[in-house]
């Protein structure tokens, strides 16, 4: 099977805060890729939903936050989700992957 992602994610331990609809939840990331990540989620969100992300990690001495779209989830526990980073977050989000995993390439 072909991977079709543009940028290249690795396995990674991270804390992501995910906020949509009013609702916060405190998150494990256990993928990273400048262009998204993959979370463990409490309880489900839709694909499609636009939500407001935080990721942080006791290794990086920054927080980067911004958008991302949810690309796909799953709605039977254990709940994961793929979340897109949004155009304005792509910069922080390869700042944030390279300080937590070291010089890494960011392309597929």
Avoid: K
Wanted: charged letters at 20%; glycine letters at 10%.
């Amino acid at each position: 099977m072909e991977n079709s992602r543009r940028y290249r994610r690795y396995e990674a331990t991270f804390a992501v805060e995910l906020a949509h609809g009013g609702q916060l939840q405190s998150c494990l990331g256990d993928d990273l890729g400048a262009g998204g990540c993959r979370v463990q989620l409490l309880f489900p969100v839709p694909r499609g939903t636009l939500v407001r992300v935080r990721l942080r990690s006791d290794h990086v001495a920054f927080e980067v936050a911004g958008n991302a779209l949810v690309a796909w989830s799953m709605r039977d526990p254990p709940y994961r989700a793929g979340l897109a980073f949004t155009e304005h977050m792509l910069e922080d989000a390869t700042r944030f992957m390279t300080a937590l995993l070291g010089p890494v390439a960011v392309v597929s």
